[in-house]
């Protein structure tokens, strides 16, 4: 839209993120749509985030900053969603990349075709480990399209799912009115995939949206020199609740068929993979048989033991890595799982190539 007459609230929550804000800063200074109002949401940081931002936004009236006592990424966000004045809203990470006509195009999307949100392809972007290496692209983009309601989209539902486009958040934007009059916000205490569950939501409301098939966004993983998973003791029931709160949305959509199981189960098959190359974190410090013992409980658990039989894995790597879990046999598991877990430590690259197409 060439006049720029609708305001965009630009919401980024940040937990210690000073090392990135001030490229934040400058890729969101640098968007060519301009009528923007900025919300960073300091969450309770313990770095220096919170003086880096009043540095970093000083002189511009459209950046604000809020501090709040930490609550995770998904009060952040709903922080910044009350306080939004924009008839549209995107949400943004701190450490990622912004292409500078990401919102402009996104507003002409959402405006040319009247819909409740807009999404563009992004990139998994892996940075090389050293210097003179190549970063590693994973491209994730919808067709140019349109679709007005549940029976326009069906056809397509499962497969714009199984394209990644509806895992995330920051490569959408969202009509303000529409997630407020329906009460769309982002789950409390939801971890990792607080996104999905917040789109989940956002489409069992409406399936009024449009896709642009440009890449306008890059998600940064694996950075080097920082640790490139997270250990939680709790993984597999966070990845076991996101597989049943994605079964109820099909089902409550009337979309559960032959498709969607397969997607659904293949998708907790593969985050069952990543639980168990999660146990041989460095910051897991128990004993060899307790993680046997861990391992062997996931492989034996009921729902697990049905998304087997439902899930087919395309890349390699997942499929040799499934096999023991299809198996049910705990001892392939471990080795594959400790294998796969240095792999990633002393290669995310590689890691995130034999991932792809997954």
């Known amino acids: 839209m060439d006049k720029e007459v609708l305001l965009v609230s630009v919401v980024v929550p940040i937990y210690n993120g000073a090392p990135y804000i001030q490229d934040a800063v400058r890729m969101i200074k640098a968007q060519t749509y301009s009528n923007l109002e900025v919300i960073f949401v300091n969450d309770g940081s313990q770095d220096d985030s919170a003086a880096i931002c009043e540095k970093a936004v000083a002189g511009d009236s459209r950046f604000h900053l809020i501090n709040k006592e930490n609550g995770g990424t998904a009060r952040a966000r709903n922080a910044g969603l009350d306080a939004a004045h924009g008839t549209y809203i995107i949400f943004l990470d701190v450490d990622d990349e912004y292409?500078?006509?990401?919102?402009?195009?996104?507003?002409?999307?959402?405006?040319?075709?009247?819909?409740?949100?807009?999404a563009c392809g992004f990139h998994f972007k892996v940075e090389a480990q050293k210097a003179g290496g190549s970063a590693y692209l994973e491209d994730k983009h919808w067709p140019q399209s349109v679709y007005r309601d549940l029976a326009d989209i069906r056809k397509d539902y499962i497969s714009i799912w199984d394209s990644d486009m509806f895992s995330t958040i920051w490569n959408k934007l969202f009509r303000v009115e529409t997630l407020r009059r329906c009460g769309i916000r982002f789950r409390d205490g939801h971890v990792y995939t607080e996104d999905l569950i917040f789109n989940c939501l956002f489409l069992s409301k409406t399936q009024n949206i449009a896709f642009l098939d440009e890449f306008l966004y890059d998600y940064v993983r694996d950075r080097p020199g920082a640790t490139t998973v997270l250990y939680r003791d709790d993984l597999f029931d966070i990845r076991h609740s996101d597989y049943l709160d994605l079964k109820r949305h099909f089902q409550g959509l009337?979309?559960?068929?032959?498709?969607?199981?397969?997607?659904?189960?293949?998708?907790?098959?593969?985050?069952?993979?990543?639980?168990?190359?999660?146990?041989?974190?460095?910051?897991?410090?128990?004993?060899?048989?307790?993680?046997?013992?861990?391992?062997?409980?996931?492989?034996?658990?009921?729902?697990?033991?049905?998304?087997?039989?439902?899930?087919?894995?395309?890349?390699?790597?997942?499929?040799?890595?499934?096999?023991?879990?299809?198996?049910?046999?705990?001892?392939?598991?471990?080795?594959?799982?400790?294998?796969?877990?240095?792999?990633?430590?002393?290669?995310?690259?590689?890691?995130?190539?034999?991932?792809?197409?997954?």
């Open 99 to 118: 292409h500078p006509e990401l919102i402009s195009k996104l507003v002409q999307t959402i405006e040319k075709y009247g819909t409740d949100m807009a």
């Open 254 to 358: 009337g979309i559960w068929d032959d498709e969607s199981r397969e997607f659904t189960s293949r998708q907790f098959v593969e985050r069952v993979a990543n639980c168990i190359e999660n146990v041989f974190h460095a910051e897991n410090r128990v004993s060899a048989r307790e993680k046997y013992r861990k391992i062997k409980n996931m492989l034996a658990h009921p729902d697990v033991r049905e998304a087997v039989r439902y899930a087919r894995c395309r890349s390699l790597k997942m499929r040799i890595f499934v096999l023991p879990i299809r198996w049910n046999w705990p001892l392939g598991s471990y080795v594959l799982g400790q294998t796969i877990y240095l792999i990633r430590k002393a290669d995310p690259v590689l890691f995130h190539k034999l991932k792809d197409k997954r």
